[in-house]
């Protein structure tokens, strides 16, 4: 979804691959994919970035387990977090 948005708006091409581990629907809109909230996977992210030398990654801090969970949990009543795609 994010390559296709990317090239639609711009022509570019999407650098690294895609770090969305899961992709949540919001309760009201099931169907609407470009509402779904995204977990990232943070440290593919910041590999990414610094292989395309746009960051150098050292201040680079990843959430741990417990702040995605916090996070989510704050989403619980507006997406479908029992059932991630």
């Known amino acids: 979804m ?13 650098r690294g691959t895609s770090q969305v581990t899961r992709m949540y629907c919001r309760l009201d809109a099931p169907n609407v994919i470009p509402w779904a909230l995204s977990e990232l996977d943070f440290e593919g992210l910041r590999a990414d970035l610094v292989r395309e030398g ?8 990843s ?20 059932h991630p795609f």
Do not use: K
Not at 63 to 82: K, N, S, W
């Open 54 to 61: 746009m960051i150098d990654g050292a201040n680079w801090t």
């Open 63 to 82: 959430p741990d387990a417990a702040e995605i969970a916090a996070d989510l949990a704050r989403y619980g009543e507006v997406y479908d977090l029992a």
């Open 2 to 14: 994010f390559e296709n948005q990317l090239r639609s708006f711009s022509g570019a091409r999407l």
